[in-house]
């Protein structure tokens, strides 16, 4: 990994950027962070992902060693001293080191370290999330495990523990999809591994509440944008027979934006292709995210 990183307050080469072994954030997943994305030196939605930041960090009783302005300030640094047209940001918080017991007070320094990353993911080929001429429908399976219950930890943390997603991951890569999307313990759609779900019948937009799935930043920007396009805009709850016989299903996140889905299960959802309104909003949304005209 090359670049620049943020590490203790300390802007370092990332070959030199280390941490310990004994950082609880290793040792346990005990941590928080948040990803964004910039264009140039504009981060998109940057307040929000600090908020939220500090709103997962409150909830499991971590410092945040620098105030919400000088963490602002030290991304957009980050950002800058990388120098790149389009990036992807990774700001995370862990209990830092101390001895390997489960004891938090053995953790006093937490560790803050902020990557700054070009959009490509360098083992895969999709494209850096921005605007291209086709653009495709991803595939989708129902992942046999379940979303983690906001009764066991509370879905709006976005804790360093993704372990039930990567297994859903594994489940899509074995079945040659996309991506998978999780139900909670219900049996109601939650969220895919790292977006938000969305449905659309007619002029409707559906998507589930907030209890079991993540507080999405792109989830909320969408449903502002949709209802000033005068969508109407539902939370509600969704089965995998509402995604199935819904006009669009696309999902939504910091990383991909939104992102057409064109089959879920097996199922061919509308004709396959992405949906006017996906389309739509997708190209508004990437365009403020990305800095080019909304046209
Ligand atoms: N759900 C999960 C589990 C995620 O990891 C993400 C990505 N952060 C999202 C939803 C989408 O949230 P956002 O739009 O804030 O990136």
Redesign the pocket.
């Given at each position: 990994m090359e670049g620049v990183v943020y590490l203790n307050g300390e802007y370092l080469p990332a070959k030199d950027a280390m941490i310990s072994v004994y950082d609880h954030g290793f040792l346990y997943g005990d941590g928080i962070f948040?990803?964004m994305v910039a264009a140039g030196e504009s981060v998109f939605r940057l307040e929000q992902?600090i908020d939220?930041f500090y709103r997962s960090a409150a909830a499991l009783r971590l410092h945040v060693p620098v105030t919400k302005t000088e963490l602002a300030n030290a991304v957009r640094e980050t950002v800058r001293r990388n120098n790149l047209p389009l990036s992807y940001i990774r700001v995370v918080l862990s209990r830092g080191p101390g001895y390997p017991s489960l004891d938090p007070r053995v953790s006093q320094q937490p560790t803050l370290v902020i990557l700054v990353h070009p959009r490509t993911i360098p083992e895969r080929d999709e494209g850096d999330g921005t605007e291209q001429t086709e653009v495709r429908a991803i595939t989708v399976i129902l992942a046999s495990v379940r979303r983690i219950p906001s009764e066991a930890i509370d879905?709006r943390i976005?804790a360093c523990n993704?372990i039930n997603?990567i297994l859903a991951r594994f489940e899509a890569i074995d079945a040659g999809a996309d991506d998978a999307i999780l139900l909670d313990t219900h049996g109601y759609v939650a969220?895919?591994?790292?977006?938000?779900v969305f449905a659309v019948y007619s002029e409707n937009i559906l998507t589930p509440p907030l209890g079991n799935?993540?507080?999405?930043?792109?989830?909320?920007?969408v449903m502002d944008i949709a209802r000033e396009l005068k969508y109407t805009v539902l939370e509600r709850h969704l089965t995998p027979y509402d995604l199935f016989v819904a006009d669009e299903v696309f999902l939504?996140?910091?990383?991909g934006g939104v992102i057409p889905v064109g089959k879920v299960a097996g199922r061919t959802i509308g004709n396959g292709n992405p949906g006017p309104i996906t389309l739509r909003l997708r190209t508004i949304i990437h365009a403020m995210r990305d800095g080019k005209p909304v046209s």
């Open positions: 948040e990803s992902h939220r879905a976005k993704y997603h969220e895919a591994t790292a977006a938000n799935i993540l507080e999405g930043i792109t989830r909320a920007t939504t996140s910091t990383f």
